[in-house]
């Protein structure tokens, strides 16, 4: 899959989930459970590429970052990525995962995953492309058409 496509993907993605979950807040409750759903499958790709070594915490922790997303549903800000938000979530409980882990077996080695955990969180890439190009089309075409072309596409001056 290139770029644009893996790109496009991920922008659809976001906008069906978001669109579920505005339509959840609004009362539909069909709507609610598909983003519910929805979210579960992303949320366990996310912590089985985390948890590889403790596989039997996944669904536990899922059902956590499930809660604590529903407990928070009214602090969402339409305006803003809702898996940036989503993922924020399943960091900080992923994140209290390692801490009392180490605090109960004495281990001190998830320090180590916690860091890999903030370091390149897995949707920066696509946000940061959401975000360009968000600015890139608030452009006149004349300064952006240089910028895409160049820049993104690498195509020569």
């Known amino acids: 899959m290139d770029r644009t496509t893996h790109n496009e993907s ?3 993605r976001e906008i069906d989930l978001q669109t579920l979950f505005l339509s959840g807040l609004k009362g539909n409750q069909a709507d609610y459970a598909r983003f519910l759903r929805e979210l579960s499958t992303h949320l366990r790709g996310f912590l089985r590429a985390r948890l590889l070594r403790q596989p039997d915490e996944i669904e536990d922790l899922l059902q956590e970052i499930l809660l604590a997303v529903h407990n ?10 809702l898996t940036a938000w989503v993922f924020a979530i399943a960091r900080y409980k992923l994140a209290d995962l390692y801490r009392s882990r180490s605090r109960h077996d004495g281990l001190n080695d998830s320090i180590d995953d916690t860091e890999e955990l903030f370091a390149e969180p ?13 600015l890139l089309e608030e452009l ?5 058409l240089p ?3 160049v ?3 690498g195509l020569s001056v």
């Not at 928070?72 to 990525?81: A, N």
């Not at 897995?122 to 968000?134: G, I, T």
């Not at 006149?140 to 952006?144: L, S």
């Open 72 to 81: 928070g549903r009214q602090t969402y800000q339409s305006d803003q990525p």
């Open 151 to 153: 820049k993104l596409e």
């Open 147 to 149: 910028i895409v072309h």
């Open 10 to 12: 991920l922008r659809r």
């Open 140 to 144: 006149p075409d004349k300064q952006r």
């Open 122 to 134: 897995c949707l920066e890439p696509a946000q940061a492309s959401r975000d360009l190009d968000k």
